[in-house]
C-alpha cells in the first residue's frame, strides 16, 4: 500500500522566497504531523492536525510558518521570506488516529541560498 | 515539558556482538516511548513502542527495549549486530496533551550505530 508520500523530495530557494511542501498522508489516516529535522539532528515538532483541525502549532519557530489541511487530506506547509536557518530536512507523519504509531514519508530536503 | 536524552551521539560495534542504545527520559505523566531507525535520505521507520503494557517491548528485526521507570530508562539492545543494522537510531517520547492523546513526538538527538565487519 501507498505510504506517506512527500514532494518536492529536494528544493533550493533563495533567501527571501516563499517555498510551499506538500505532504500526502495515507489514506483514511486521521492524525498529520510536520517535524523539522536540522543536519545531524533529531526532528522537532512543528504542528498537528486532527482531519482539518490544527491542535497544536506550537512548535512552528516564527509566524513565516504556516502549516493547512483544508479538507483533512493533504497538508501543506508553506515558509514566507526563506531564510538560511531554515535549510533543513522537513518531515511529515500521519496515524490512523490519537495516539497511534506514526508514519514518516521521506521528507522533503530544503536548502536556502 | 517532556525530553529525551541519548548517551553516546555514535556506537560502534562489531558484526554478531550486543547492540546497546542508551535513552532516558523525563516526563511529568506517563508516557508513551518509540525507538525509531532511519535510513540516509529516508524517513523514520518505527522499530517498537511502549505504551504501559509489557515493559519489555519486542519490535522489528530482532530488536527489543526494556521500561524501566525507576532509571526512566527505555534502552534499545539487540544480541546479534547485523551490517544492515547500520543506520541513525531515534528515542522519542510522546507529547501527551491534557486530554490524554499522545500527539507531538519529541525526539531525541539521535545515535549513529556503526558496524564493523
Known amino acids: 500500500g501507498a505510504g506517506v508520500s512527500q514532494s518536492p523530495r529536494y528544493k533550493v530557494a533563495k533567501r527571501g522566497q516563499d517555498v510551499a511542501l506538500r505532504c500526502d498522508p495515507i489514506?483514511?489516516?486521521?492524525?498529520l504531523f510536520w517535524y523539522q529535522q536540522a543536519l545531524g539532528q533529531g526532528p522537532e515538532f512543528l504542528t498537528y492536525?486532527?482531519?482539518?483541525?490544527?491542535?497544536?502549532k506550537s512548535g512552528l519557530p516564527s509566524d513565516r510558518f504556516f502549516a493547512e489541511r483544508p479538507e483533512g487530506s493533504v497538508s501543506t506547509l508553506k515558509i514566507q521570506r526563506t531564510q538560511q536557518e531554515d535549510s533543513a530536512v522537513y518531515l511529515c507523519?500521519?496515524?490512523?488516529?490519537?495516539?497511534?504509531?506514526?508514519?514518516f514519508g521521506d521528507g522533503t530536503r530544503l536548502s536556502i541560498l | 515539558a517532556q525530553s529525551v536524552t541519548q548517551l553516546g551521539s555514535h556506537v560502534s560495534v562489531s558484526e554478531g556482538a550486543l547492540v546497546l542504545l542508551r535513552c532516558n527520559y523525563s516526563s511529568s505523566v506517563p508516557p508513551y516511548l518509540f525507538w525509531y531507525v532511519q535510513y540516509p535520505n529516508q524517513g523514520l521507520q518505527l522499530l517498537l513502542k511502549y505504551t504501559s503494557a509489557a515493559t519489555l517491548v519486542k519490535g522489528i528485526n530482532g530488536f527489543e527495549a526494556e521500561f524501566k521507570k525507576s532509571e526512566t530508562s527505555f534502552h534499545l539492545t539487540k544480541p546479534s549486530a547485523h551490517m544492515s543494522d547500520a543506520a541513525e537510531y531515534f528515542c522519542?517520547?510522546?507529547?501527551?496533551?491534557?486530554?490524554?492523546?499522545?500527539?507531538?513526538?519529541?525526539f531525541g538527538k539521535g545515535t549513529h550505530l556503526i558496524i564493523q565487519p
Open positions: 489514506s483514511g489516516h486521521v492524525s
Open positions: 492536525f486532527q482531519n482539518e483541525a490544527q491542535l497544536d
Open positions: 522519542a517520547v510522546s507529547h501527551t496533551d491534557s486530554g490524554g492523546g499522545a500527539d507531538g513526538l519529541t
Open positions: 507523519a500521519s496515524s490512523f488516529d490519537r495516539g497511534q504509531p506514526q508514519h
